[in-house]
């Protein structure tokens, strides 16, 4: 009976509503450009819009297929609707769902994974909402009296979160994690010579650290 | 010509509009999805506390990358004014993505954002860059997530110990990619990162072997403040 209500009930549910609110989500997405046309008559040459188009497709057109299936493995069906409608993912959404799967006590890829995981996701979105909305009603005067300094510390909270990340998941896995960090550093530096290209470099890395993962399990070295 | 007047256009109550339509879909879908996920989990045996403890972690978790993306926000706000910065930070993309979608959509048109003034043309196109370049995450997504899951399920069965693997797999090879750019830079975000994993390393394991519940909540917090201020410190 349980099966059942995950497989027969839940997933028919969310997959039924994620395809809904995502593709509303895309629609939604064009309201601006669609406002400034119709309410103000600003339309940029198509010329433009294609060149603008290339330019971002071309920086991050692999990331569209990289990420959704990165981040598969952790969030599941679920997750991976939500996390790709908020945005955000790497830096917040997947940190929110480890940590509230690590206090849950619930192993990812799981199906209790999968719902603490789109628990601590969904109370992401709010309070990542909320410290937005007050930050751009506090207004954009405000917000420059920032210091510089405050500002510029903001920027290496992120180095730190990965490094953190990173760590608390290597402490589980002490044969793979090694062993993955060692790849991930050749890579960047492949990338940096410029003998590996850039995005494709991280799909690369997800497959082979899956690949050996896999066979060191089977192998009995990885629990 | 009409320099500085569309600032009034981006901040005008259309867009406003646009934008807490776009954000209004996303908290929906964020609500209904936790109301069934939170029903659920009560009938395959999850219990209260876990939910409840899980929830309370995350609110503490999302408030230190929160200000991050708010000084993203910062950023944005100069140029694109207040909604599309709003909705472009709470919706699909992400802080870096959004400023290098901007520039490429100004650059278009010939417009650098910065050091040129921003022409409606200009910013309308940043609009539609934003828009166009964020929507291959959400379509490939939206089409790919069940099917993922089925094969997913058909590699490894009803074998939980090894999906943990793969998932593992999956994001140590993520985060150790995002990481690896950074130790390889050798400056302060080098010492950032470095840093957050030690401190992750101390303070994971003490939670754990103690069973220490808010450290386990808030040491994720500690990691990140930690390492920062420990580059902030550092003397180069």
């Not at chain 2, 996303?26 to 609500?31: G, M, P, T, Y």
């Not at chain 2, 503490?60 to 708010?70: A, E, R």
Request: hydrophobic share 55%; with cysteine; charged share 10%.
């Amino acid at each position: 009976m349980n099966e059942n209500t995950y497989e027969k009930i839940y997933l028919p549910y969310i997959i039924k509503w994620g395809r809904r609110t995502n593709w509303l989500g895309v629609l939604l997405s064009f309201g601006p450009a669609f406002m400034l046309a119709v309410v103000f008559g600003v339309v940029p040459p198509f010329t433009a819009i294609l060149n603008g188009f290339i330019a971002i497709a071309s920086a991050v057109g692999v990331v569209w297929f990289v990420e959704p299936i990165s981040y598969f493995p952790i969030i599941g069906v679920s997750g991976t609707y939500m996390a790709f409608i908020s945005g955000n993912i790497g830096n917040l959404r997947i940190p929110c769902a480890m940590v509230a799967q690590k206090i849950a006590g619930v192993e990812p890829g799981t199906k209790e994974g999968t719902i603490i995981a789109t628990l601590g996701m969904a109370v992401s979105i709010v309070v990542n909402t909320v410290i937005l909305t007050a930050g751009v009603a506090a207004g954009a005067q405000v917000l420059q009296q920032m210091p510089k300094p405050v500002v510029s510390a903001l920027q290496l909270l992120l180095p730190a979160l990965f490094g953190a990340i990173f760590t608390q998941f290597a402490i589980k896995k002490l044969t793979l994690a090694p062993i993955v960090l060692v790849i991930s550093i050749l890579v960047a530096l492949g990338v940096r010579a410029k003998v590996i290209p850039g995005f494709a470099s991280i799909l690369g890395v997800v497959f082979l650290s899956i690949a050996i993962g896999v066979f060191l399990y089977k192998k009995g070295m990885v629990k | 010509m009409e320099q500085g007047n569309y600032l009034e256009m981006a901040n005008s109550m259309w867009m406003w509009l646009a934008a807490g339509l776009a954000v209004a879909v996303v908290l929906f879908q964020a609500f209904i999805f936790a109301r069934k996920s939170y029903s659920t989990g009560l009938e395959i045996g999850l219990t209260r506390t876990q939910m409840n403890d899980a929830i309370k972690s995350s609110v503490i978790t999302s408030i230190g990358p929160s200000f991050v993306i708010l000084s993203a926000l910062l950023a944005l706000l100069v140029s694109l004014g207040g909604p599309l910065s709003w909705m472009r930070l709470s919706f699909i993309g992400s802080a870096m993505f959004e400023m290098m979608a901007a520039s490429f959509g100004t650059q278009a048109v010939g417009v650098t954002i910065g050091s040129d003034p921003m022409t409606h043309v200009a910013f309308a196109n940043a609009t539609w860059t934003m828009a166009l370049g964020s929507i291959g995450w959400i379509v490939f997504a939206t089409l790919a997530a069940d099917k993922m899951d089925k094969v997913q399920q058909k590699f490894s069965g009803s074998d939980t110990a090894l999906m943990s693997v793969i998932a593992s797999a999956a994001v140590l090879a993520a985060f150790g990619g995002n990481s690896a750019s950074h130790l390889i830079a050798l400056n302060k975000n080098t010492v950032s990162c470095i840093g957050g994993g030690v401190i992750m390393l101390i303070l994971s394991p003490l939670a754990d072997k103690r069973n220490i519940k808010w450290l386990k909540e808030w040491s994720l917090f500690f990691a990140l403040l930690g390492g920062m201020l420990i580059a902030v410190a550092w003397p180069f």
